[in-house]
């Protein structure tokens, strides 16, 4: 089983600046099957990027997903204030796994 | 509207049976896998497993393979996913969501939370 690891867990930034939230596997992951969501307090998970970098219907182009490999990166121009979240990557390979989250909060 | 409903809260005894669901609309039912994913509380996300309502074919996770059923009924655009015998350890948050785009969920049902106390 792939095991996806994020970091940091934490990330305290202000409205305006920007975010890059890393996710490492523990073996080569196929950018097909890299996918990143967002969930807030309450919510279900929304999806964000699939393919490692493809933006999902209505995503601002504020977010932007890039890596290959093992190495795949969120990035978050700058930060709105609903981007206060908690993001998680997802891969497929034999198995599902997701990583175990990054929550970015307010400064 | 594509959307899925999912069933509402439950309280369960341990060694109780359950089953949740969770129906589709505005979407062709049965040409897009369905996914059960697992959220406990204050933890991260745990993929349970998926099927695809064309022809009932499921997959599990290899760590929860044999502890939950996932079932579905086309006729009625439902998934369902179910326990013979709860456990405490069940209490969670669970989701269904659709697979679209190779493997990445992109319609998630509201949740259905599920708490296993005596």
């Known amino acids: 089983e792939i095991v996806l690891t994020q970091s940091p867990g934490t990330l305290s930034l202000s409205p305006g600046e920007r975010a890059t939230l890393s996710c490492r596997a523990s073996q080569s992951v196929s950018s097909n099957y890299l996918v990143w969501y967002q969930q807030k307090p309450g919510q279900a998970p929304r999806l964000l990027i699939y393919g490692a970098s493809s933006r999902a219907t209505g995503i601002p182009d504020r977010f932007s997903g890039s890596g290959s490999g093992t190495d795949f990166t969120l990035t978050i121009s700058r930060l709105e204030p609903e981007d206060f979240a908690v993001y998680y990557c997802q891969q497929y390979g034999s198995s599902l796994t997701f990583g175990q989250g990054t929550k970015v909060e307010i400064k | 509207e594509v959307q899925l409903v999912q069933s509402g809260a439950e309280v369960k005894k341990p060694g109780e049976s359950l089953k949740i669901s969770c129906q589709g609309s505005?979407?062709?039912?049965?040409?897009?896998?369905i996914g059960w994913v697992r959220q406990m509380p204050g933890k991260g996300l745990e993929w349970m497993g998926i099927?695809?309502?064309?022809?009932?074919?499921?997959r599990y996770s290899p760590s929860l393979q044999g502890q939950v059923t996932i079932s579905a009924d086309k006729s009625i655009s439902t998934a369902y996913l179910q326990w013979s015998s709860l456990k405490a350890s069940d209490t969670a948050m669970y989701y269904c969501a659709r697979r679209n785009y190779g493997h990445a969920f992109d319609i998630w049902g509201q949740g259905t939370m599920v708490t296993v106390s005596s």
């Open positions: 099927i695809f309502p064309g022809d009932s074919d499921s």
């Open positions: 505005g979407y062709s039912f049965t040409t897009y896998w």
